[in-house]
């Protein structure tokens, strides 16, 4: 496909060598042309309709399945070794490809659909002096192009101008890089004078060169040349397509990439093709029937000669052999007889009736109730249908934290002001009192500007503020001041705010509720309502956060003229920089800390400092020659933020709460008494991974001891990683145990695996992002793979989505075992993709993870029923079917063997041809399709109650090699029931009326009913779960076989086609004798009892878990459900610090002139437009409301 396209590029002249620099000029388009850059058109369908038969064909055909029974026909078409009709492959095979194909051209169509959806979107472009409405693939490299609010940004843009205050323009990136919040941008101060003026805009001729089209999201480079004057441009000046247009009436842009070049589809990648452990195990055993097979035919074939030389040269006086045919001739022609006759050992239906299955179990998946979610109306989706039973085999589970186990919703929940922690609350004797739904709460009506959702239990802290409390007003005010919160007015009294994270929002409205309300901000001000009265501070810098300082400062005067330096950040930093007067409130404040460590929550300390007036005046004069230095600009800013940031005086600390999302912990612990390990692995800082860890029952008090890898060094965490391993197990190895063997289609590629390795007791294990670099290179990942798997649950902090992906390809290369990853952001789509299975969340950081999974929901507390119930349904089913599947066949083929030493070799078959033909397609194709969509070996309940069921799936018991060895035996066994049982029967025996019944038609039907029937009784053997389809599709399936022979051995058959239905009779004459049903009656029976005999045995002798569960099923009926049990609180002796955002702050924004001026109030759509869904409006609900959800799900669950 891709030679094809290639091909076709270089005929269309658009293939060149790989692009070094971009060069483009505004308002020219034959100049930009004749660089060949790609136009915005996108395009993700595979074929159009003259592509589309000669390509999908060739797909399908590289399939060795289809490659086979293509070669097959051929034979057939050869008068002198073609044993059956050409039908009987032609009709299957025409019938699989015509599935395929509709398939494929369905997903192709909804492929095309979906471009030409957005393809066609419309957008202004200016052409020749004129803004026209155009097609997105008509836009092209160089054109300037007219945006509004609201509008998806078109191509990646450098943005010219903008309607609002010093050119800045507001996008959302959820769909980029899954952050919710809004980012600034702003235009250059000289592309900007030219407004939206359409004239001014046309004329307009500035050049860009720039980097060339790459996928760094983050990194912009390049310059603009306008008048001869030369600019630098960076990403702040750039809209990238995928992102959003908000609070902006109208922005100018000129498309510097289009289409594939964009930043977005250079990101999208290509997914690989995942294939389940059991269809790498089918494409071996495949192979090895196809060895059998030709050791099959060459028996046969030798079987041949020798009985042409001893034997058949007898008949040759009057069944003369065809010229120039001898002993070795036919010899080698019954071989490929055999080959046509015996291919039923792989039959083709084999592939369809998998895919049925997978889609059917996927629809599953889209039905089930239990997992919608109807606050978002959000169902489950299985985006992909050939993963389904893999879900039941998963080993090990790699979890994002922000998002995917918590809500990533923050909100107020404690302090700690002078001293003093508020936030809980106590009862007359001192005791702590649990707060729920039903404690009162503080009433803050008296505030008009409050924000009604917001939600605080403890009166003491309102009253101390009210009261004028000097210490806690200065800590809400140094919260209502010290941010870059962007504030929105819509209407008088309706404040909105924009928040770079989360958390900094929460503490803003904090601040906010308890009086001290953030109200607006010009380049130099701050307006802050101050207990009702309006107070205007002047802002005279941001120092702003990074991931080194790891803290933010303001520097503000008040109305009076004093000057203060705000101070927040984490708490190891902020205490390095306090005055040595704050070590006795330090020490109280650190207890308070190390409280709210132990509930898991985000922690922030809070601080501040007097400046002098002269002091003040040298220091901005100093700032400004560093903040306009060409050369290291950032350290000398540094060195002055780290001379001004020091005597700090301690006004308290703030604990953000990261809400988890509902049933978090008891899912964690089901999955792990499945024997599931979870990793976690988070972009999130150590303390906050550590506590979210714990609260999510991932990391436990009763662990015997959690490891912390922190070096920076890589012999360091070599000697952090070896000692861990050695307390949990002393007595191991020092070098890992690794088994070496070969793997692939042709055993051609090697592989090692890393064996698992028994340890006593339970242990975590916390690393931190720079020492899984270390651990990541060659020399160590052996050793951390070792030390991790020894561990019940493995944090990673502080990871890259790089590093997300490496750490789940190490486990995928050396772990013989089935991995999943789950996430809710962009930065979570390398690790979905790298993994067995991804699973997408769609919450609150946009759709990128679930675009790029196979399997999404709303809630994380839906993966236990993904796993426990669906996946291993799947599994269940998908091994009984291919057991039953290889059973039926194999019996049906070894008959055919066993025939062949009685028909001399001569590749003749035993049952009616039309037989062959419809045995896979009719006869036998309903009931065990029957059998894999429907049977459960227990319901759902009872797989949570029981999460141990999980287990052999893990193991891979239910079908493996061993397993189809068995199954080969049994099929051998039954062949041999089949043919010998009627072949002694029909021997010598005569009807009734005295006239021999031994012919060959007769025997045929025998053979072909007996067969059927057993096959039908050891379905019925395998079948846990009756449905009243399962019993229709049993019954319905004889029926239709004795219907369909008795007609086509009827007279009326025979005479319209003659040559095609030569058993005339043989149906009335045969089956109307009472000792052909008794010999059907004894081959049954004989095929029957040793499976049921051996079965019995293995029940009482060595039951499985399975058996013990399904025994107590049929004693209770239902399990009880587990008593409720109330979270205990950790004591925790380990401090959290507060996770800042891994991006730069708008410090230098705010500084520089850059946000966002107040503007007159003036109606605007709103930044998120959140209504409830029709089914959570309209009631009663056919779904299942939340409590009833939940109210199951702890009856289930327990």
């Known amino acids: 496909m891709g030679s094809v396209v290639s091909y076709l590029g270089q005929l269309c002249g658009k293939h060149q060598k790989q692009e070094e620099e971009r060069h483009l000029r505004a308002n020219d388009r034959p100049f930009n042309l004749s660089y060949h850059y790609a136009n915005n058109a996108i395009k993700t369908s595979k074929y159009n309709i003259f592509t589309f038969l000669p390509l999908n064909l060739y797909e399908q055909f590289r399939r060795l399945a289809n490659a086979y029974f293509l070669f097959l026909f051929f034979l057939q078409l050869i008068p002198q070794i073609s044993s059956l009709p050409w039908f009987t492959t032609a009709v299957p095979l025409i019938l699989v490809l015509a599935m395929t194909a509709v398939k494929d051209a369905s997903d192709d169509i909804n492929r095309h659909r979906s471009d030409n959806q957005v393809n066609n979107r419309k957008v202004d472009v200016l052409i020749e002096g004129e803004l026209r409405n155009e097609k997105w693939m008509n836009v092209q490299v160089g054109d300037i192009i007219k945006l509004e609010n609201n509008q998806f940004v078109t191509a990646d843009l450098l943005l010219l101008s903008s309607s609002e205050p010093l050119n800045l323009v507001y996008i959302e990136t959820a769909e980029l890089d899954g952050e919710t919040n809004l980012k600034v941008k702003q235009a250059l101060t000289v592309t900007g004078e030219m407004g939206d003026n359409i004239d001014v805009l046309a004329t307009f001729k500035g050049e860009v060169r720039c980097e060339p089209p790459n996928n760094r999201l983050d990194k912009f480079k390049g310059v603009l040349t306008v008048n001869e004057q030369t600019y630098a441009l960076d990403n702040d000046k750039v809209l990238l397509r995928g992102c959003t247009l908000r609070n902006t009436e109208w922005c100018f842009g000129l498309v510097v990439f289009g289409g594939p070049d964009t930043k977005l589809m250079q990101n999208s990648g290509k997914t690989t093709f995942k294939r389940t452990s059991i269809d790498h ?47 070795a001739l036919s010899s080698f022609l019954s071989f490929w007889s055999y080959i046509i006759v015996l291919n039923t050992v792989v039959p083709i239906s084999l592939y369809v009736s998998v895919e049925i299955i997978r889609l059917g179990n996927s629809f599953y998946i889209d039905w089930d109730r239990k ?126 705010y924009q928040a770079q994270s989360p958390d900094e929002g929460a503490l803003v409205t904090a601040a906010r509720n308890f009086g001290f309300v953030f109200r607006s901000r010009t380049p130099e001000t701050i307006t802050v309502m101050e207990m009702g009265n309006q107070v205007t501070y002047e802002l005279l810098a941001v120092l702003d956060f990074n991931n080194v300082r790891k803290r933010m400062s303001v520097i503000v005067r008040s ?10 950040g984490a708490d190891t930093i902020i205490y390095e920089k306090l005055h040595p007067s704050c070590k006795k409130l330090m020490e109280v404040t650190t207890g308070h800390l190390n409280e709210y460590a132990g509930d898991g929550l985000r922690t922030l300390v809070l601080a501040y400092k007097d400046l002098d007036e002269d002091y003040m005046d040298l220091w901005t004069q100093r700032h400004h020659e560093a903040s306009t230095a060409i050369e290291e600009r950032e350290e000398k800013l540094d060195e002055l933020y780290e001379e001004i940031e020091k005597d700090l005086q301690l006004l308290g600390a ?73 307390k949990m197990c002393p007595d191991a190895a020092e070098e890992p145990s690794l088994v070496r063997s070969r793997a692939g289609l042709f055993w051609l590629q090697k592989t090692e695996t890393m ?64 991995t999943l990853a789950i996430g809710d952001g962009a930065n979570d789509v390398s690790m979905i993709k790298a993994a067995h299975i991804g699973v997408g969340i769609s919450g609150q950081e946009g759709m990128q993870a679930v675009l790029s999974s196979d399997y999404s929901f709303a809630q994380f507390r839906y993966l236990q029923r993904l796993l426990l119930v669906h996946g291993r349904w799947s599994y269940l089913r998908m091994c009984k079917f291919l057991r039953y599947f290889f ?78 060895v068995r199954c080969m035996m049994h099929s051998c066994y039954s062949s041999l029931i089949l043919f010998f049982i009627p072949w002694a029967a029909m021997c010598d025996t005569v009807r009734d009326d005295g006239k021999d019944v031994a012919d060959h038609q007769s025997f045929a039907l025998l053979v072909q009913s007996c067969l059927l029937i057993v096959v039908n ?91 013990k569960v399904r025994h107590k099923v049929q004693k209770e009926g239902l399990p009880a459900p587990a008593p409720r049990r109330p979270p205990a609180r950790r004591i925790s002796t380990r401090r959290s610090g507060y996770a800042f955002s891994h991006s730069q702050g708008y410090g230098d924004l705010v500084t520089s002139r850059r946000f966002l001026l107040k503007r007159p109030l003036k109606s605007r759509t709103a930044l998120f437009t959140q209504t409830d869904s029709p089914l959570a409006q309209n009631q009663p609900q056919h779904y299942r409301t939340i409590t009833e959800d939940l109210e199951e799900s702890q009856s289930s669950e327990k």
């Open 281 to 327: 195990l089918m494409n071996v055993l495949v192979l090895c029937i196809f060895g059998f097979l030709a050791s099959m035919c060459s028996v046969l074939a030798i079987g041949n000669a020798i009985w042409e030389v001893r034997v058949g040269s007898v008949f040759t006086a009057f069944l003369p052999r065809e010229a120039g045919v001898d002993a």
């Open 371 to 496: 997992m919608y979610y109807p606050k978002s109306d959000t169902p489950a989706q299985a985006r992909t249908t050939t993963l389904n039973e893999e879900l039941g085999q998963i080993k090990y589970i790699f979890s994002d934290k922000t998002g995917t186990l918590t809500q990533n919703i923050m909100t107020f929940n404690k302090c700690s002001i002078n001293g003093k922690g508020y936030g809980e609350l106590f009862d007359f004797s001192g005791q702590r009192v649990e707060i729920t739904e039903k404690t009162e709460r503080v009433n803050f009506s008296w505030n008009q500007l409050a924000d009604p959702k917001f939600v605080f239990h403890d009166h003491s802290l309102m009253e101390m503020v009210r009261e004028g409390n000097p210490e806690a007003q200065a800590f809400f005010r140094l919260l209502a001041l010290c941010h870059t919160v962007m504030p929105e007015e819509k209407r008088e009294g309706e404040l909105f």
């Open 559 to 568: 109305p009076k003229g004093k000057l203060t330096l705000y101070c927040k």
């Open 654 to 726: 703030t604990a953000v709460e990261d809400k988890l999302q509902d049933g978090v912990p008891q899912t964690i612990e089901q999955l792990a008494k499945a024997d599931i390990k979870i990793w976690v692995l988070t972009g999130d800082k150590q303390e906050t991974a550590e506590n979210i860890g714990y609260s999510c029952n991932m990391l436990r008090e009763e662990m015997k001891e959690v490891f912390i890898v922190a070096a920076s060094t890589t012999e360091g965490v070599k000697e952090e990683l070896q000692n861990a391993r050695r």
């Open 755 to 818: 064996q698992d390795e028994k340890v006593d007791g339970e242990y975590g294990l916390v690393i931190n992002g720079h020492s899984l670099a270390f651990a990541l290179e060659n020399n160590l990942e052996w050793e951390l793979l070792r030390t991790a798997c020894m561990c019940q649950t493995v944090i990673c902090c502080r990871v890259t989505p790089l590093q997300k992906a490496q750490v789940v390809q190490l486990v995928k290369k050396y772990k013989k075992a089935v």
């Open 887 to 964: 059973y039926k066949n194999f019996t049906f083929t070894f008959v055919h063997f066993w025939y062949a030493f009685y028909c001399g070799f001569s590749a003749q078959t035993v049952y009616d041809e039309w037989f062959i033909t419809l045995y896979n397609l009719v006869y036998t194709a309903l009931p065990v399709l029957g059998l894999s969509l429907f049977d459960q070996d227990v319901n759902d309940r009872w797989s949570f109650q029981y999460p141990q069921l999980y287990s052999p799936g893990q193991q891979n018991l239910y079908f493996n090699k061993k397993v189809f």
């Open 1017 to 1107: 009784v050891q379905l019925c053997l395998d079948t846990h779960y009756w449905t009243a389809v399962n019993q229709f599709f049993v019954w319905g399936s004889l029926a239709a076989y004795f219907a369909i022979t008795f007609t086509m051995y009827s007279n009326g058959m025979f005479f319209i086609f003659t040559s095609s239905f030569p058993f005339i009779g043989t149906a009335r004459n045969t089956l109307n004798q009472p000792n052909v049903w008794l010999t059907m009656f004894l081959t049954t029976l004989l095929c029957s009892l040793p499976v049921v005999a051996f079965r019995f045995i293995l029940i009482q002798l060595w039951p499985t878990i399975n058996d």
